[in-house]
């Protein structure tokens, strides 16, 4: 192998270029050839002179262009990391941290001890770790415990274009501490990576650095991605479009992989059972049988005369109209299409006319989505078999975070699904909605990464004009407690003059710390002074020690709160399990997806029969089933664990065997934080723990009660019923719509009068999961900051509106019933 020469010493004669330290990485011929292929590498030496130069660079470069897998490895070489300073790199996504730092370590050909990876649930960092990819939250609580960073030289924010949360907050700490860095001798540099140059929240802001940081621009070497837009209005069957359009590509196109980006798992799954009932392939074979396979598959196709489409103006792809159904249609064979230069090489004497009538290789279809299991993740990366052709039917993450290899077309729904919350009630609905230009531009890119490509935009481009040009930072757009307490564990009182690349609404802001306040993880501000003084008090309040321990857990508030109530009556383990269940969420898994044979469709229903069965057993018997669907949790882990924690397990029970895993790593993982926070608690996980006595099952639901204090909801009572659509509803504290108990919770028929819930999710309409029951009398003792206790109000103080059009109702409307059957609670 030949060694590898830094740019700076091989080209350049600038006196600046210090090449100083020269790491030599033993990398295979293989790796440095495609590496050397790579754009960035182009750039090594503009980047390292910019990076020795200034304090804060900023790297905009497409997806693909070797960000990721390539930065680290400059530094690295140019002696950046050592035993007593590390390069950490922070990415938005789990996924990402794992496979980029296997990549990275195959790369260098270095052990997984020294380029590792931490996210929250698990991580193979050593003392000799010098490369580190984490995800964001997971830097963000290391500030906490050491707000210098001091064991890193360099950190690099990547992904930074996605804004997302962590990521935005991050850049505006760091902002702070390079100056204190640099101020201590010990200077840190901080590299910001954008897959686009839309940097301007970073650049134009007084209030984040005081000198602007320089923009490196890395040239992709990107070849024309041609984009075919559809001609008609889209369709709402986006994923039968996208079925027709993989179908048209496959016979007609010459050979290159498909990446179809669709919405969500569901639809990714279904996409790839029909696709590959399309165009079957047989796993496990090897190259002579697949070859075998596809000559067996060539001659049934011809023996029922499949169909393949009538020609086809590659040009003007958009104007061909679409045919309905055309999977299933009979037509005569085209034998020239335009463009087709489809290369089967089977070498079985099949005649040229026979090769294109039937352009059809197997198919061979994959999946990827962010809460598919690793292993299967990874084989996006591997070469398809011999004589198939790839086809990758993804959700978002292939957007920017992963790069598969061999991409020649991209097939675009043009849709995201996102998950949007109510900013004040943080009541939150999964919408299917249109992406931004830039997703849409970034998508398309994605077809051009070896050779020139095309994209084809199920949407016309007059809908592409109206999108967004770019999607909002998600500090915008969700409820941010989890954020504020770990600022206020940073002493950062005055959040609201903290330099954010985009500051959250004023609204989130005072709810979160609205929140915390009732939590108990904030002073309470005193209440004396004008009302103008006392809000203002209200939103810089310090951390309370309560804060403190809460801020440590790596859950939401909530949860923390729950989990530092949970000491008392050998409670902790259980309520461990309950938090780790909730914050992990998707335990179970989903059958009401749509099925593509009658066959199907009853194993769907015998599987789900199977698992409301399961839930029942799991809910307990006699006062144990008060705890609902908490209950249900904590039995499905309980027997999970019991049976070793098996896929078998899982897969036969309805329970999602990745979710299993992460409460099992989450567990863990507050188990280890509880010890060291209450260093004589001596906890330890048994995985088969024994189920809680009665008594322990209802100090679980106070305990549960005690965080969701906000999120008690009280059932309609006859004399109230508005109208029918409050029929079986609820009301809560902090809307006026009427709320349901999800059908798929085991209080669904009960109906008890008082319940606590987890999450309201909002589909057909608003309902309420995780629910318990929860004892009136309980209220008043536990929640006293959400009751008023005496008559009710009445003039109410006035509702106001929340982002979503809701109206939200003065808080303690709800329990003026509690209170009046109460009248002797002291408080
Ligand atoms: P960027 O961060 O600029 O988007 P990356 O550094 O992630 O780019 O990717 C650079 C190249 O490395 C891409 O061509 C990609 O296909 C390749 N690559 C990344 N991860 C893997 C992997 N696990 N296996 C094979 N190739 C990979
Ligand atoms: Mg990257």
């Given at each position: ?51 020795s ?49 296997q ?29 580190k990819?984490?995800?964001d ?11 210098l ?9 990547d ?14 700490l ?57 001609k ?19 016979r ?16 990714v ?18 190259a ?43 037509a ?14 089977l070498g ?16 061979y ?26 086809c ?19 097939v ?44 084809y ?9 109206d ?22 564990a940073?002493n ?12 959250p ?8 710390e ?8 904030l ?32 859950v ?24 780790s ?16 044979s ?49 896929r ?22 507050l ?100 629910v ?6 309980w ?5 006293p ?36 059957q ?6």
């Amino acid at each position: 192998a030949s060694p590898h020469v830094p740019v700076c010493q091989a080209a350049s004669n600038k006196p600046s270029c210090k090449p100083a330290v020269f790491i030599p990485v033993d990398r295979s011929p293989e790796i440095q050839e495609a590496r050397l292929k790579l754009p960035i590498l182009a750039e090594e030496q503009v980047i390292m002179e910019a990076i020795s130069e200034n304090p804060i660079v900023i790297i905009c470069g497409e997806t693909g262009s070797g960000k990721t897998t390539q930065v680290p490895q400059f530094l690295y070489e140019a002696g950046y990391a050592s035993s007593n300073g590390t390069i950490g790199i922070t990415e938005p996504r789990r996924v990402a941290a794992v496979s980029m730092s296997q990549r990275v370590a195959k790369e260098m050909n270095l052990s997984h001890r020294v380029v590792s990876y931490q996210i929250r649930y698990e991580g193979n960092v050593t003392d000799e770790t010098q490369i580190k990819f984490m995800t964001d939250g997971v830097l963000l609580k290391e500030i906490q415990k050491d707000f210098l960073l001091s064991k890193y030289k360099v950190v690099i924010i990547d992904e930074a274009h996605e804004r997302s949360m962590y990521t935005d907050i991050l850049i505006g700490l760091l902002s702070r501490i390079v100056p204190l860095r640099e101020k201590k001798g010990l200077p840190l540099k901080l590299i910001i990576m954008s897959a686009t140059l839309r940097v301007e929240d970073f650049t134009d802001n007084n209030r984040l650095f005081s000198v602007t940081p320089p923009v490196i621009q890395v040239d992709a070497r990107q070849f024309p991605v041609t984009v075919h837009f559809n001609k008609k209005t889209p369709l709402d069957d986006y994923s039968g479009e996208c079925f027709r359009k993989v179908c048209k590509i496959h016979r007609m196109l010459p050979s290159g992989g498909i990446l179809v980006f669709l919405t969500g798992q569901a639809e990714v799954h279904a996409l790839c059972r029909r696709l590959r009932k399309a165009f079957p392939f047989q796993k496990n074979n090897t190259a002579e049988e697949s070859v075998e396979e596809i000559r067996k598959f060539k001659k049934s196709r011809k023996r029922k005369k499949v169909m393949t489409l009538p020609k086809i103006d590659l040009d003007n792809y958009s104007v061909v109209p679409v045919d309905e159904g055309d999977e299933d249609r009979d037509a005569e064979t085209d034998d020239d299409i335009a463009g087709s230069d489809i290369d089967l090489d089977l070498g079985d004497g099949d005649s040229e006319e026979d090769e294109k009538s039937d352009s059809s290789l197997p198919l061979y279809v994959l999946p990827l989505y962010s809460l598919l299991a690793p292993e299967k993740q990874a084989k996006v990366f591997r070469a398809p078999p011999p004589g198939t052709r790839l086809c990758v039917v993804a959700t978002n993450v292939a957007e920017t975070s992963l790069t598969i290899p061999g991409i020649k077309y991209v097939v675009d729904c043009g849709k995201v699904k996102k998950r949007f919350y109510d900013k004040i009630t943080g009541v939150s609905s999964f919408r299917v909605t249109w992406i931004s230009q830039a997703s849409a531009n970034q998508r398309a890119g994605r077809a051009g990464r070896t050779e020139p490509g095309h994209c084809y935009r199920l949407y016309s481009s007059a809908v592409f004009m109206d999108f967004e040009k770019f999607s909002a930072p998600e500090i915008t757009k969700r409820p941010v407690e989890d954020l504020i307490l770990q600022m206020k564990a940073l002493n950062i009182e005055k959040v609201i003059n903290f330099p954010f690349p985009t500051p959250p609404p004023a609204e989130a802001l005072a709810a979160a710390e609205e929140l915390l306040i009732a939590l108990g993880a904030l002073k309470e501000p005193p209440m004396t002074g004008r009302l103008k003084q006392q809000l203002a008090a209200k939103l810089s309040c310090p951390i309370s020690p309560l804060g403190r321990i809460m801020a440590t857990f790596p859950v939401a508030p909530r949860y923390a709160k729950m989990l530092a109530l949970s000491r008392q009556h050998d409670c902790l383990p259980y309520a461990i399990t309950i938090v780790s269940a909730m914050t992990v969420r998707e335990l179970f898994e989903e059958f009401d997806r749509p099925a593509v044979s009658e066959e199907e469709t009853a194993k769907l229903k015998g599987k789900k029969a199977r698992l409301l069965q399961m839930q029942r057993i799991w809910a307990g018997q006699g006062p144990m089933q008060k705890l609902g669907d908490l209950m249900v949790m904590l039995g499905a882990v309980g027997a999970c664990e019991y049976a070793g924690c098996t896929r078998k397990f899982c897969e036969e029970n309805g329970l999602r065997y990745k979710a299993m895993l992460e409460i099992r790593r989450l567990r863990g993982q507050l188990t280890t934080t509880v010890n060291s926070v209450c260093t004589d608690a001596g906890l330890y996980v048994d995985p088969k723990m024994k189920p809680p006595t009665e008594a322990q099952a209802t100090y679980l639901r106070q305990i549960v009660l005690a965080g969701l204090g906000d999120h008690v909801a009280r059932r309609v009572q006859a004399e109230e019923l508005l109208d029918d659509k409050w029929k079986n509803a609820y009301k809560t504290a902090l809307l006026d719509d009427p709320v349901f108990i999800h059908p798929s919770s085991v209080l669904f028929k009960q109906l008890p009068e008082f319940v606590v819930y987890q999450e309201i999710l909002e589909t057909t309409k608003l309902y309420m999961k995780g629910v318990s029951v929860v004892e009136p009398e309980w209220i008043p003792a536990l929640l006293p900051p959400y009751c008023h206790f005496g008559k009710p109000l009445e003039n109410p103080p006035p509702s106001y509106c929340s982002e979503t059009g809701r109206i939200r109702c003065h808080r303690p409307s709800v329990f003026y019933r509690v209170s009046w059957q109460l009248p002797a609670v002291e408080v």
